[in-house]
């Protein structure tokens, strides 16, 4: 398993159309995606490959996320999810 | 004659009857099913999800067809929710687990999410769960085999009255003889609402209670740019709307004429109509007016629904997008005007809670406090000055000391840039807000420093009456037509002038077509004006002679009561 640390930098957040993005990236790897949220000591975990439970962490600009994957092509994916958040989910 | 205000959810006028849509509530028992129905009630549920499928491919050609790809989007959102598995896989999961029905799995599945999103503090995301509810409601329907109540009942022009509207049906109104909507739910920024203005159907939305009080055939009068809801009017109102509605729809077609032609008076003085500008979203549209430049673009959007500051590379990137769209017109950033209650929110040091933020920590005097703030957004205008004609405005300047000190930061952010290398025009001008009295009455000294004044009319209204408008008991007593501040702006564009500078006004002063011949009569330089009233206010601009203004406004100066004043301006 590996994990990774980033940084919601879209303007809303981690709202409908990002989030769609994030799942849509996942969605193309085998392995299984989880993202969790640290929100006033509360730890909420969902799975990432779906929008809703994206979508309720209600992932705010400049909040954290761990994003962990496992499976067979992680290594692949984490490399997705990094160019996904470093292009800025494709924002104007 | 019942009057209910709601949400402002798309603007318009419609006037009918109106057609309720009984609340659906549709009751979902449990029924516990035998062990050997289970793959049965799991293949129901498969196929439901097929038809539902099926059906958003069908409203994705309509929305392809008469919105554009734009809000096909939203398609996608669905048809991701469709796909999500908290609805392929737990609901089966809970068919097995609980020996329940489909509907009753499903229900509770939509629950669980349901609850998270209404516990969201931000708006944005908890409108969101409508588009749950949407493609649940779609499935449901599926299940039960009912078929979906639709609008082509509505056999005469009718104002939809329901407790909620789904964006789904939205898009069937126009098509179906509806004039406007009415729901109890919703908010501002819920796709409903962003439907509804892009179909150009009136809506007001967030009446709590409406769908109850309405019955099916009552008159109303729906009244999407002030939100509100007129039940059984007064014949006297619908024929007050009725001329407001065909003034307007005439009026739409001769304002469309209007884009781009210059904004001078009939008698031939030129004056420059701006555009304020909120947030870069709006920049599009308000291209299509073809203005004479951004004469306030207001920051604040920047710093909202965040947990940081902005960066200096995302608000260059934000300065540099408008400056260039608006080259070789000006455009005129306002440093954030923001409160200090926003400070916690940024991860900053603040006050808690203020007992009257208005005369509180804002503004300059925040940004002053925290000039690592100022400094960033002054570096970031000065970098997008690479892309177009940028100037400065600093919001609530009430001593000189306060604009010695942004000038010096000011300086500063140059000092650093050009050591930086980037290549920055000779002068970028600095402007000041006058929206203090304190400012207004000092303005000569203000002015050895200030490059140009912007007059923001609704802080200097209040400040100068002493006015606090959101306090009901008080509201009625701001009033822009006040002697004192009539007199305070002409104080305030002659001392400029003697100074041989330049004045904007960019409060909502300039998009009230009553007040446009006061301001005009003043002989301000610049009118910035919202998107939504330009071409209105450029109409009224260029049928208005200046000489006629200016002598109004001198009658009018020597008048001692606002009513006065209104009677000049009226009869011009």
């Given at each position: 398993m590996i994990e990774k640390e980033f940084k919601v930098t879209t303007k809303l957040g981690l709202h409908a159309r990002p989030a769609s993005l994030f799942v849509q990236t996942g969605s193309r790897h085998l392995c299984k995606v989880t993202v969790t949220k640290h929100h006033n000591g509360e730890e909420m975990v969902v799975n990432g490959k779906s929008v809703m439970g994206l979508m309720m962490l209600a992932a705010a600009h400049g909040e954290t996320l761990k994003v962990a994957l496992e499976g067979p092509d992680e290594d692949e994916a984490m490399r997705a999810f990094e160019k996904l958040f470093a292009r800025k989910f494709d924002e104007d | 004659m019942i009057v209910i205000k709601g949400v402002p959810a798309s603007p318009g006028i419609a006037i009918g009857r109106a057609y309720v849509l009984e609340n659906e509530e549709i009751v979902i028992s449990r029924v516990d099913i035998p062990k050997q129905q289970i793959r049965v009630e799991v293949k129901r549920f498969k196929l439901a999800l097929e038809a539902t499928h099926r059906d958003l491919d069908a409203t994705e050609t309509k929305v392809l067809k008469m919105l554009g790809k734009e809000h096909a989007r939203l398609i996608d959102t669905h048809r991701l929710i469709l796909r999500d598995p908290l609805i392929t896989k737990d609901v089966p999961k809970r068919i097995q687990d609980e020996k329940v029905n489909a509907e009753f799995a499903l229900s509770e599945a939509l629950e669980v999410v349901n609850q998270a999103f209404e516990k969201m503090h931000d708006e944005f995301f908890r409108e969101r769960r409508h588009d749950l509810f949407d493609v649940g409601k779609r499935l449901l329907s599926h299940l039960l085999k009912t078929e979906k109540k639709t609008l082509s009942d509505v056999k005469r022009p009718s104002i939809l009255v329901s407790r909620n509207l789904l964006p789904s049906d939205t898009l069937n109104l126009k098509e179906n003889n509806i004039l406007g909507f009415v729901t109890d739910l919703g908010g501002k920024t819920s796709h409903t609402a962003i439907l509804a203005q892009s179909m150009e159907i009136p809506a007001v939305v967030g009446l709590s209670d409406a769908s109850h009080r309405i019955k099916a055939g009552d008159e109303v009068i729906l009244d999407g740019d002030q939100g509100l809801v007129i039940i059984h009017p007064s014949p006297e109102a619908v024929v007050k709307y009725e001329k407001v509605r065909e003034r307007s729809i005439q009026e739409e077609e001769v304002l469309e004429k209007l884009r781009g032609v210059p904004a001078s008076t009939a008698d031939g003085k030129r004056f420059k109509m701006a555009v304020n500008l909120d947030?870069?979203?709006e920049l599009k549209t308000t291209l299509l007016?073809?203005?004479?430049?951004?004469g306030l673009f207001r920051t604040e959007y920047l710093f909202l629904n965040r947990t940081t500051a902005p960066s200096e590379e995302e608000q260059t990137e934000a300065y540099s997008k408008v400056a260039e769209a608006m080259s070789p017109h000006p455009l005129v950033i306002r440093t954030a005007d923001i409160g200090g209650d926003r400070l916690s929110q940024l991860g900053l040091e603040g006050p808690k809670n203020e007992a009257n933020p208005f005369m509180g920590l804002r503004g300059i005097r925040l940004f002053l406090r925290h000039s690592e703030l100022l400094k960033t957004q002054f570096r970031a205008i000065l970098r997008a000055t690479l892309q177009g004609r940028v100037s400065v405005l600093l919001p609530m300047v009430s001593s000189l000391r306060e604009l010695q000190s942004a000038r010096r930061i000011f300086f500063q952010a140059q000092q650093e840039l050009l050591a930086e290398g980037v290549p920055l025009p000779k002068k970028t001008p600095v402007g000041i807000m006058v929206e203090i009295p304190s400012a207004a009455i000092l303005l000569d000294h203000f002015l050895e420093e200030a490059d140009y004044v912007s007059i923001g009319t609704n802080d200097l209204i209040q400040y100068t009456l002493a006015v606090?408008?959101?306090n009901e008991e008080v509201?009625?007593?701001?009033?822009?037509?006040h002697p004192a501040v009539l007199r305070l702006l002409h104080g305030i564009v002659e001392t400029t002038h003697k100074h041989g500078k330049k004045v904007t006004v960019c409060g909502e002063m300039t998009s009230d077509p009553k007040a446009v011949p006061l301001l005009i009569g003043l002989g301000v330089d610049v009118l910035s004006v919202t998107p939504r009233m330009y071409l209105r206010v450029k109409q009224i601009l260029r049928s208005l002679r200046f000489s006629d203004a200016q002598a109004m406004v001198a009658k009018a100066l020597k008048q001692s009561d606002s009513s006065e004043i209104r009677k000049l301006v009226g009869e011009l």
């Open positions: - | 947030t870069l979203e007016l073809k203005p004479d430049g951004v606090d408008r959101i509201a009625h007593l701001y009033d822009p037509y």
